[in-house]
C-alpha cells in the first residue's frame, strides 16, 4: 500500500527579485535532484477500539538527518499535535499532512469520507529523503582526502546523512544543515503533498502524461504552494513549488492575496474552511513551456561557503526599494528587459535547432571547443551566421544582468554577485564552451550555474577543481512531479509513469 512520489529542486536562472511581484516573469530549470515521500500505513490493521476515536497517528521520519517525530492528528479539526520528536520539527511536512487531509474533507462525499477515515485510522508514516545534490558533503569529501570532483561525489551512498555548518562566533545557536540553493523544502512539501493526495484517493497520479491529469497536477499545486507558504510564515513568489509540480517553465506568480484565508487559519478558522476558500480561489499565475536549447547543459558549482540567506536578502532589497524607490524601479525596469532579452535569445536558439539542425549542431560543436572571444571568427556559413549571433546575443545580456544584479545587491547593502563570486563567474564565462555563468536566484554566496555548450561541462567541471568549487552531479530536467514505483534507495529508480512536462 505504500506509495513513493517526487519532486524535482529548481534552478532560478532568471528573475531574482523581481519574481516576487506580478507581473515580472522569471525562468526556472528543474532538476534530476529529486526529493522523495513514501507513505504507507503505521499498522497493519485498524485496531479495534479505534472505530469511535477522534485520533489517529502519524509517524514522521527523516533518516539523513536521523530524526523522527510522532504526531497525534485530529479527525475533527485535522490538526497536528506533536507526542515525541528527536530533534527539531518539519514545519513543512506538518502543514503538508494537515492541509492534504484537509482537501481529501472537502472534496469527498459522506461514502468516501467514512473511507478516508479508515484509511486515516491505520495511522500514517512518511518518510522524506532527499537527493545528495540537495545538501553539501564538500566536508565529507575534504576529510576523506578525496579531490573536489564529480567523482568523488558520486562515490558517496545516495541519501547519505546529512553534515552541519558549524556555529558561528560561539553563538549557542543551532547549526544548519547547509543546503545548494536547489529549493529542498519546496521539493519536499510537493513530494509530500503529492504522495499524500495519491495515497488518500483525492487524485490519481498514475496517469500522469502530456495529456492527462491537469486537474489532479492542478490540485498539488495548490495544496503545495498553501502549506509551503503557512510553513516558512509568509507568502512568497511560489516558483519554487510551481517548478516542483510542474517542472521547468517561465513563471509569473500568483496574487499573494489567494492565500489570506490560509494566513487567516492561524486564527482558529476551521481548516477545512480554510482549504474549501482556496481551492474556489482564483489561481492567476502564468506558466510557459520552457527548456533549454538542445546541446546546452546546465552544471551547477559549490564554492564552499555554506549557502546565503534569501528571506534576509529579499528584505534587504525591500527595504532598499522603500527607501528609493526612483533608481529602484529603474533598476527594476531595466533588469526585467535584460532578463526577457535573454529568454528572446535562447528560444531562438531553440528555433534555429529546429529549423536547421545541421548548422545549429556544428556551431555548437565549434564553440564548445574555443574560448568566446573566438567564436564569431569560426562563421562560415550563413546558416551558421544567425546561431553564433545569437549565441553571442545571450552572453551580452547575461553580463547585462549581472551588472544590474551586482547594482541592485550594492545598493540595498547585501552580497547578491559578492566579489569572490563574481572573479569565479568571469573566470567561468571566459571558459571553452561556456555559453552562460551566474548566481540563481537571490544570489549570495549559494552554488553558482554555468551553461555549456555540447561536452565541454567535463573542462569546465575540472577548471572548477582547481579553484577549489565543487561542480555538482546535477543537471537539467524538465519534469516535475511524479509517481515512483518503490523506495528510492533501492539501486534502480524508475517511474511508474511519465512525470509531468508542460507542453
Known amino acids: 500500500m505504500a506509495v513513493v512520489a517526487s519532486a524535482p529542486g529548481k534552478v532560478l536562472m532568471t528573475g531574482g527579485y523581481l519574481i516576487l511581484e506580478r507581473p515580472n516573469a522569471g525562468v526556472v530549470l528543474s532538476t534530476n535532484a529529486r526529493f522523495y515521500a513514501i507513505v504507507k500505513p503505521l499498522y497493519d490493521e485498524i485496531k479495534p477500539d479505534s472505530?469511535?476515536?477522534a485520533w489517529t497517528d502519524v509517524k514522521l521520519t527523516s533518516p539523513q538527518l536521523s530524526r523522527e517525530s510522532i504526531y497525534k492528528l485530529s479527525l475533527k479539526n485535522l490538526m497536528l499535535q506533536c507526542v515525541s520528536s528527536s530533534d527539531s520539527r518539519n514545519p513543512f511536512v506538518e502543514q503538508a499532512v494537515q492541509y492534504a487531509v484537509a482537501a481529501a474533507h472537502v472534496t469527498f462525499d459522506k461514502d468516501k469520507k467514512d473511507a478516508l477515515n479508515k484509511i486515516l485510522l491505520q495511522g500514517l508514516h512518511i518518510m522524506v529523503l532527499g537527493c545528495n545534490d540537495f545538501y553539501s558533503y564538500r566536508n565529507q569529501i575534504e576529510a576523506r582526502g578525496l579531490p573536489l570532483t564529480p567523482e568523488a561525489l558520486a562515490a558517496l551512498p545516495p541519501f547519505t546523512s546529512i553534515s552541519f555548518n558549524a556555529e558561528e562566533n560561539g553563538q549557542n545557536c543551532k547549526p544548519e544543515v547547509a543546503k545548494t540553493g536547489l529549493g529542498s523544502s519546496a521539493a519536499m512539501t510537493t513530494?509530500?503533498?503529492?504522495?499524500l493526495l495519491h495515497y488518500l484517493g483525492v487524485v490519481d497520479l498514475s496517469s500522469l502524461s502530456k495529456d492527462e491529469g491537469p486537474v489532479d497536477v492542478d490540485m498539488v499545486h495548490i495544496i503545495a504552494q498553501t502549506a509551503h507558504c503557512i510553513a516558512q510564515g509568509k507568502v512568497g513568489s511560489g516558483f519554487d513549488v510551481s517548478s516542483a509540480v510542474y517542472g521547468s517553465h517561465r513563471y509569473v506568480r500568483f496574487s499573494p492575496d489567494i492565500l489570506s484565508s490560509a494566513q487567516d487559519a492561524v486564527k482558529e478558522i476551521p481548516l477545512q474552511e480554510v482549504m474549501a476558500s482556496i481551492?474556489?480561489?482564483?489561481?492567476?499565475?502564468?506558466?510557459?513551456k520552457f527548456s533549454l536549447p538542445p546541446?546546452?547543459?546546465?552544471?551547477?558549482g559549490e564554492p564552499g561557503t555554506g549557502g546565503s540567506s534569501t528571506p534576509s536578502m529579499v528584505g534587504a532589497v525591500k527595504r532598499w526599494?522603500?527607501?528609493d524607490p526612483t533608481k529602484a524601479g529603474e533598476t527594476w525596469r531595466k533588469l526585467s528587459e535584460a532578463n526577457s532579452a535573454l529568454e528572446i535569445q535562447l528560444n531562438i536558439l531553440s528555433k534555429l535547432a529546429e529549423e536547421n539542425w545541421n548548422a545549429y549542431k556544428c556551431v555548437i560543436?565549434?564553440?564548445?571547443?574555443?574560448?568566446?572571444?573566438?567564436?564569431?571568427?569560426?562563421?562560415?556559413?550563413?546558416?551558421?551566421?544567425?546561431?553564433?549571433?545569437?549565441?553571442l546575443g545571450a552572453r551580452s545580456t547575461m553580463f547585462e544582468i549581472r551588472n544590474h544584479m551586482r547594482q541592485m545587491g550594492e545598493a540595498a547593502g547585501v552580497p547578491i554577485e559578492p566579489e569572490s563570486q563574481t572573479q569565479l563567474l568571469d573566470a567561468t564565462m571566459g571558459m571553452e564552451g561556456v555559453l552562460l555563468a551566474g548566481v540563481p536566484g537571490a544570489g549570495g554566496f549559494d552554488a553558482v550555474f554555468a551553461i555549456t555548450l555540447g561536452d565541454s561541462g567535463s573542462d569546465v567541471t575540472k577548471a572548477w577543481s582547481s579553484l577549489n568549487v565543487l561542480a555538482l552531479l546535477v543537471r537539467e530536467d524538465p519534469h516535475g512531479v511524479s509517481l515512483e514505483t518503490g523506495d528510492p534507495r533501492t539501486k534502480e529508480i524508475t517511474s511508474a509513469v511519465s512525470a509531468v512536462q508542460i507542453e
Open 279 to 288: 481551492l474556489k480561489g482564483k489561481w492567476d499565475h502564468e506558466r510557459t
Open 191 to 195: 513530494a509530500v503533498v503529492a504522495a
Open 295 to 300: 546541446l546546452m547543459n546546465l552544471l551547477l
Open 365 to 391: 560543436d565549434i564553440c564548445s571547443k574555443q574560448r568566446p572571444e573566438k567564436w564569431i571568427e569560426q562563421a562560415t556559413e550563413p546558416g551558421q551566421e544567425v546561431v553564433f549571433k545569437a549565441l
Open 51 to 53: 472505530g469511535a476515536s
Open 321 to 323: 526599494q522603500k527607501s
